[in-house]
C-alpha cells in the first residue's frame, strides 16, 4: 500500500493537537490564529457543538468544541482551553481542541488511508494517517467539520422540538 | 486667459438631465391625467430649458439644438399660445425618452443624433408656431466705419439701484478708443434742495466723446444693460467711407463632444446631497474638533482633580461621535420618490397595451431608505406592477360586468414600519385564483395532492422556483422571469415578499427591506449570561407585568392584556435557549415589540441600556439564524445578537400553532 | 478678489459658474435658488450675484426684486444668466432691478469677461 510516488513532493506542515489522548494534525495551511480560551456568545437554535460565537477583530465567527462535535464532554472551559482558529473557503471558525502540541513537517508519501479503527474522531473527518516520531498523527480534514449540509441536516430535525419548547 | 476644463462638470450634468428627464415626465402624465396645474407646465419648461443651457454650455450641440426645439414648443404652452392635448403630451413623451437616448450617447461618447431624434426634432420643429430660422440679425446697416462718437448719457433716478456705476461704464468705453469727458452736468430733474436729494439716486449726465474707429455695435453692447436707466444720446463724429460690416464673432462654437472625457463616465455611482445634510456633517465636524482639542487640553495636564472635566469630554465625544454617524448615514437615505416616478409611464404604456384603465395612486413617496437599497428595489417592483396590470386587473368591461369602476386601481405606498422599509403594491382586481394555483403547484410536485393549505399559503406558492401563474405568457409578465425572482431579489437585500389575495376583490404584494444595511438603534437587554439587541424602532413599549397579569391560555401559551388586547409572551431565554435566566414573569421585563401589526410582548431579565450597532453578518462565517437578524460587538469587545423581531415573532406564532 | 454669489438650480451650471470665478480668485457662495440665495445674502455681504431666471421655489426674477428692496443690495451689480431665446425676460429682469445679463450659453472666458466688466 506505500506507492512511493511523492520523493519530491514537499512536506506538508501540520499543526498537532492533543484530544482525549489522541494526536491530530491539520494543516497549517488552513490555520490563521491559536487563542486561549474567552467567552464565546451563546447562538440559539445550533447543534450544540457550536458553542456560539466570537469577535476576531470585528468578524463574527463561529467557536466549535471538537470533543462535543464527537459526542463526548468536556467538563469546563478556562485558561486552559486552547482554540485553532481555521479558514475553510472565505469562512472563518474556531476549534477548541484539550491543548496544541507542535507543528510538523510530514512527508505526503507517508500519509496512510484511514481504516475505521474506532478512534474518537469518525474517520469521515481524517484525511489520513501519519507517522511522525514514531507516533500516529490523525490528518483532520476540517472542511468537513462545519459543512452547511451537516448543520441543515441537524438543524432540520430541530425546529418542532424547538416550537414546542416555546409554547411549553 | 487659461480656460477651463468643462468635463468635469459633465457627470452632474448628465445626472441632473437625466432628473430633469423624469420630472418631465412625471410632469407630463401628471398633465394628461387632466391636471391643469400651471406649475407642472413651468416644471416641463424648466426641466427642458435646463438642459438646453447645459447641453450648449458643455457643447453638446445636437442635445442643444433638440432641446431648444422642444422648449420653444414648451414656450408656446406656458404663455397659453397652445394648449395642451394628448397628441401634444405624447410627441413630449417621446421627446424626453429620445433626450434620455441622446443623453446616454453622449455620455458613452457615440454619435448623438441619429434618425429617430432628427425625425422627431422635425416633428416638433413643425409644429412650434412660424419656427423659420431666427431673423437674421437685424441688418446691421449703417456699419460705417467712423472717426468716434459723441454722448450724452444722463443716469435716471434708479441708475445706481440696478447696480450700475457711471464709472466702470466709462472704463469699458476707454477700452473701445480714447475716451474725452466733454462736460459733467447735474440733471434737469433734480431738486435744488440738497437736504432732501437721495445719495442712492443718480442725477448726473455726462457729454463724452469717444475717438477712434469704434462699431456701433460695440458701443451699443456697453450700453446695452442700461436701457430703460438712463437717457442715450449717440452720433457719430464724421463719416468716412463704408467697409465691410465685420464678421461677427460666432458665439461659443460648441465643440463637438468631447468624447474622450464623456467616456470616462462609467457609473462611479455618485450621490446628491442636499446641503442641508452636509452642513449638518460640517457643523458636527466642528464640534468634534472642540471636543477634540478640550480632550487634547485635558491630557496635556492630568492630574485627578480633572477626572469630571475628562468624563464630561467623553460624554461629549460620545454624542459627537453618534450625531455625526447620524448625519453620515441621512447622506445614504433618499426618498423612496424617484422609484416611484418610474411607475406613472409603465403605467401609462401598459393601460395602451393592454386596454385596461388603470387609476394609479402613490403614497409615501417621502420615505427614506437607503441608497443601495433604493436603487435594488425598483426592479421587483416594476414586476410586480407589471403583473398587478397584467393579471391583477381585468379589462373595463369584466369589470363591468363584475359591478366594478371601469378603471382599476393599482396603489403604491411606502411607509416605514420596524427597522424596515414596507412597500405595497395593491390592486383591486380580480385576485389570485387559489385553486388553479395549487393545483399547477401540486402538478409540479412543489406540494403534495393532499396537503391542506390555507389560502395564504397557497398565495405564497407563486414565489416558488418555476412557478408561472399566467394561464397564457403575455409578453409582458412571462418574460420568463416569475415571481421567484423576485422572492430572491428581495430577500438577497435581506428582505421578504409575501402576497394577500381575496379573489374577485385584489391583491396586496408587500414587499419589506430593512432601510440600511448597516446600523440599528438598539436596547439591550439581559437574558441569563447573554446581551440582546432590539432593534429600538420595534419597540412599543417596556413594562414590568404583575405576575399575576399572565394568563395561561388553553394550549399552554401564555397571553398578557395590553392595552386593548392580548398579546402572546415569547419568553426570549426559551426561544434562544439560554440558561440561567429569570423565568417568573412578574421579576422579568416585558418588552412589547410589533412587527407587521403583530405584537408579542419579550420576556428578559433586564434592560440594560441603549446602545447603536453596527449590524454584522452571521452569515458571512457561519448561517442565519431564526430569530436573529445580525450581530453586534458591545463595549467589552464580546458580541451580542440582534434580535430579528419579525422571526421571534413567527416564533411565537408558530409555537401558538404547535400547542 | 471679489465675494459673488451664484444662483442656479443646475448643479452642473453652478459649479461650472463656480468654479471659473475660483479659478479666477474670487470667494464664491452657491446657491440651488432664489430662496437660498436670499438667506445666503442675508448671511454675507457680496459684491457680485449671478442668478440664473428660470429656478424653481423662487425664480431670479423674483430673486433680483426681493435684493433691490434690501438696502444693502441697492447698489450690488446683478447679472441674470439667461438663455438667448427670451429677449422679454431680460426686460423683465431689468425691471425687476437686474444690471444686465450674460446669455447662455456662455463659456468660461466670457464669464471672466463679463464679472470683470462689472466689477470694473
Redesign the interface.
Known sequence: MHENHADTAPTVQQLTFSLVGEEYGVDILSVREIRGW?????????PVY?L????LR?????VLDLRLRFGLERESYGDNTVMIVVAVAE???GIVVDAVSDVVDIDPATIKPVPDMGAIVDTRYLKGLATHAERMVMLLDVQKLMR?ED?ETLDAAL??VR?????? | ????D?S???K??F??SLEGLDAMEAALLALDSGSADHELVH?I??AA??I???A???GFADV?AFT?VA??LL?EVRSGRRAVDAGLTDLLLRSVDCLRAMLARTARGQPVADAASEALRIELTQLVAGEAAPAPAAAQAGATAVDGWDIRFVGLPHL??????P??LF??LQQLGRLEVLRAFVGDAVAADFSTLDP?ECHLGWELRLHGAVARPDLDAVF??L???CELAIAPLAAVEPVAPSPEPA??A?AAAREASAAGHADGGSI?VG?DKVDALIDMMGELVITQSMLNDIGANFDLSQLERLREGLAQLERNTRELQDSVMRIRMLPIGTVFNRFPRLVRDLERKLGKQVKLELHGEHTELDKTVLEKIGDPMVHLVRNAIDHGLELPRQRRAAGKPEAGTLRLDAHHEGGNIVVRISDDGAGLNHERIRAKAVERGLVPPDQPLGDDEIAALIFEPGFSTAAQATDLSGRGVGMDVVRRNVRDLGGSVGVKSVAGQGSVFTIALPLTLAIIDGLVTAVGG??YIVPLISIVESLRLPADAVRRTA???EVFRFRDEYLPV??LH?????ADAVTEIGRGIVVVVEDGGQRVGLLVDELVGQQQAVI???E????Q????SG?T?VSD?????IVDVGGVVR??R???K?? | MAKILAVD?????R??VA??LR?AGHEVTEA?NGQ?ALDAAGAGAFDLVLADV???VMDGIAMVRAL?ARPEY?????LMLT?E??TEKK?EG??A?????L????????L?ATVK????
Open positions: 474567552t467567552r464565546v456568545t451563546r447562538i440559539p437554535q445550533t457550536v456560539g460565537v466570537l469577535n470585528g468578524a463574527i465567527v463561529p469562512r472563518l471558525f452547511p448543520v425546529p418542532d416550537a414546542a419548547e416555546i409554547a411549553a | 486667459m487659461a480656460t477651463v468643462l468635469q462638470f459633465h452632474t450634468f445626472e441632473e416644471t419648461f424648466r430649458h435646463s438646453k443651457g447645459g450648449a454650455t458643455f442643444a431648444h422648449e420653444s414656450e445706481l439701484r440696478s447696480g450700475h456705476e464709472l466702470r472704463r469699458e442712492g446695452e444693460w436701457d430703460g436707466d458665439v461659443a460648441p446628491r446641503i447573554e446581551r394550549g399552554g401559551g415569547i419568553r426559551r426561544a434562544f435557549g439560554c454584522k453578518s452571521l458571512k462565517h457561519y448561517r439564524v431564526q430569530g436573529v450581530a460587538i469587545g464580546s458580541v451580542a445578537l416564533l411565537g408558530c409555537s401558538g404547535a400547542a | 438650480d443646475s448643479a452642473s451650471m459649479g461650472m468654479f471659473t479659478g440651488e437660498l428660470n429656478m424653481p433691490r441697492q447698489g450690488v451689480p446683478i438663455t431665446s427670451h426686460m431689468k425691471a432691478g437686474a444690471t444686465g445679463w446669455v447662455k450659453p456662455f463659456d468660461p472666458d466670457q471672466l466688466r462689472v466689477l470694473g
